[in-house]
């Protein structure tokens, strides 16, 4: 392993990578709830209310980790393409 070279990190580009990995996760964690999880995660993002999300294997918890503005920014890059 060369110690000599510098390694770059591409912060935008992890911060979507998470972004894209909770949204998943939250969407099968609702999903086996019974939940439609398009309309809940449409309410949760309009409302801000995180009763819109069960808790079930912390979905709640994860989606609540990222801020509502980053998940619609990347939802807008996404659909912009």
Do not use: H, W
């Not at 939940?35 to 709640?60: C, E, M, N, V, W």
């Amino acid at each position: 392993m060369n110690m000599d070279n510098t390694t770059l990190f591409n912060v935008e580009m992890l911060q979507r990578a998470n972004i894209k990995l909770t949204l998943k996760e939250v969407c099968e964690s609702l999903s086996l709830k019974g939940y439609d999880p398009i309309k809940q995660l449409a309410g949760y993002l309009i409302s801000g209310d995180p009763g819109y999300i069960s808790t079930f294997q912390d979905a709640r918890s994860k989606i609540q980790s990222i801020e509502r503005a980053d998940i619609l920014a990347y939802l807008l890059r996404e659909v912009l393409k």
